[in-house]
């Protein structure tokens, strides 16, 4: 309480409470996805545990992140006895919180005396800021009020040797020109490095389209020339982009994380002699390691500087989008009205399950203009993450997409967004539970308990909301929301229960396939009968 109090008091730092430690570190991670650095100020023990899962998500998806928590005094020990009794949030032993945070953060650091403070919180917030991962911090709470001395910062480690670093430019820059017709595939770590300028100037100077990853949607504008929309196998965001993608003689991934995800939910046809990768730890080939020790924001800052235009440009590709507008389903027509909305402004913030794999195939008309845990996959995310953003950018206009099991668990942080005059829109889809879930397990366990969600705004004392059981109410009701400003908006959409997106739909049959070995579309056979062309079963990623 004292460090958050003086944090508080400090010129240029704004506290932020959240309702829940949960929604604390989700609002912090969207933060930091933002900015550059998220900062979470939890309570030793009971804020710290209950904080963890957000923070492991934000390692799980790259985000940088500094936890800072108090802990116990520096002379506290293990022994609970009548003359010594035990601290209060004590669990097992005095460094369990600390030993915890080092399996989901990168580093975890622990202040030992007011001489090393200084260096040691340096060192924290720099790795944090560098790496783009969390990093956890603890101050014993004898030292919390302490005066530390503060020298000149000092040098930054030095890098690895530019000789190396202009090896392997040369080598990604000799396979790029001698390739007819290259893709490039991004991922979350240009986002995360702020390096859209640079992979830009890379497209542009030799006309490559640019796919992105699942977790690196929205890093671009999508309506840019050029742009591709979501690469992932079957679950692409159309298949002329898996076409393109999956028939170009060299795919070049820049900070893409190899996840299931990413990979379709291995349905991805990328092989090995095909494809050249840059991200944190590894520039090589799909087999080979040229360095491990060049920094990624370096390398493509390195890659972007020396790469020469073509001689003879060529003209963009031009794809189809995805069009639900005809759908029959109303999952699929509510997510096309919310795309006809999108514009220069809006960040689409979508909560795990079908609010996010439905709106894959969305087009963006920012960069950072889609956020999503479509990796780590927890629920809860998109409310509070909708703070984050909106601190971080104000001048976005966030449309949070939630599904009522995800709502039940952290949507009271519409509380903050109504008492700081935030004005995102969340929709909320009322399928009556967990429909992810229902495509592979149904039961009751599925079923949760219906709330009159559009009641929210009474409880809260602010914002408004809507009701919606047809598309034409979601066009009016997106309206009316649009019109509002002054304080944030629910719509509830009602869905059938156990409809679903066709963006859910796809990931359920590649999820099922690779759970059980049978494809979804002839299940009847392992594997299918038509297996020389089936998405689903032929794929080869790393054959």
């Known amino acids: ?67 800072i928590s108090g802990g ?36 975890a650091l622990r202040i030992t005396s007011p001489e090393t403070a200084a260096a040691t919180i340096r060192s924290a917030a720099t790795h944090a800021k560098m790496l783009k991962l969390p990093v956890y911090l603890e101050i014993p709470t004898d030292l919390m009020q302490a005066d530390i001395p503060v020298s000149n910062q000092e ?84 298949p002329g982009v898996r076409k393109m993608v999956e028939e170009a003689d060299l795919v070049v991934m820049l900070g893409v994380k190899m996840t299931d995800v990413n990979c379709g939910i291995f349905t991805a046809e990328l092989a090995r002699e095909r494809i050249l ?70 960040v689409v913030i979508a909560d795990t399950g079908d609010a996010c794999y439905g709106s894959l195939s969305m087009t963006t008309r920012r960069d950072n203009g889609y956020l ?57 889809f009322n399928n009556s539970g967990y429909a992810t879930q229902r495509i592979f397990t149904d039961g009751a366990f599925n079923d949760i308990k219906q709330w009159n969600y559009t009641r929210i705004v009474d409880l809260v004392g602010g914002g408004q909301a809507w009701r919606v059981t047809t598309a034409q109410e979601m066009k009016n009701a997106l309206q009316a929301a649009i019109e509002f400003t002054t304080g944030p908006s629910l719509i509830e959409a009602v869905v059938e229960r156990g409809e679903i997106s066709a963006g859910l739909r796809r990931f359920g049959q590649a999820l099922r396939r690779e759970k059980t070995g049978m494809c979804p579309l002839n299940e009847g056979s392992v594997p299918c009968t038509h297996e020389d062309h089936c998405g689903f079963c032929r794929a080869a990623i790393w054959e």
């Open 1 to 67: 309480m004292p460090l958050f109090k003086a944090l508080e008091e400090t010129p240029g730092i704004e506290a932020v409470v959240a309702t829940h430690e949960p929604c604390a570190a989700f609002s912090a991670d969207a933060y930091g996805r933002f900015t550059g650095l998220g900062v979470l100020l939890v309570t030793y023990g009971v804020g710290g545990f209950n904080a963890m899962n957000g923070v492991a998500g934000a390692y799980a998806e790259s985000s940088p992140l500094l936890v």
């Open 72 to 107: 116990p005094r520096r002379d506290a020990t293990d022994t609970a006895t009548y003359l010594a009794p035990a601290t209060h949030h004590y669990v097992k032993h005095q460094t369990s919180q600390l030993e915890a945070y080092r399996h989901v953060t990168d580093l």
């Open 155 to 238: 040098n930054l480690k030095e890098r690895e040797d530019d000789r190396v670093a202009e090896e392997v430019v040369s080598s990604f820059l000799d396979r790029m020109y001698a390739a007819r017709n290259p893709v490039l595939v991004v991922g979350e770590e240009v986002g995360r490095y702020g390096l859209q300028a640079q992979v830009r100037r890379i497209m542009k100077a030799r006309t490559i389209p640019v796919a992105t990853s699942v977790l690196g949607k929205g890093i671009f504008d999508e309506t840019e020339a050029g742009m591709l929309g979501v690469y992932a196998g079957v679950i692409s965001g159309t």
């Open 277 to 346: 990768v840059a991200k944190s730890g590894w520039l090589g080939n799909g087999t080979l390691r040229f360095s491990g020790n060049v920094p990624f924001d370096r390398f493509v800052m390195m890659l972007a500087d020396r790469i020469l235009p073509a001689d003879t440009p060529r003209v963009w590709p031009r794809l189809p989008v995805a069009d639900h507008n005809d759908s029959r389903v109303l999952m699929d027509q509510y997510l096309a009205l919310i795309e006809a909305h999108l514009d220069d402004r809006t």
């Open 372 to 428: 999503a845990p479509t990796f780590y996959n927890t629920m809860g995310f998109a409310v509070p993450a909708a703070l984050g953003v909106q601190l971080a950018d104000p001048e976005c206009r966030p449309i949070v997409l939630v599904g009522d099991g995800a709502f039940q668990m952290t949507g009271l942080e519409f509380s903050n967004l109504a008492s700081r005059g935030l004005n995102p829109i969340v929709v909320v």
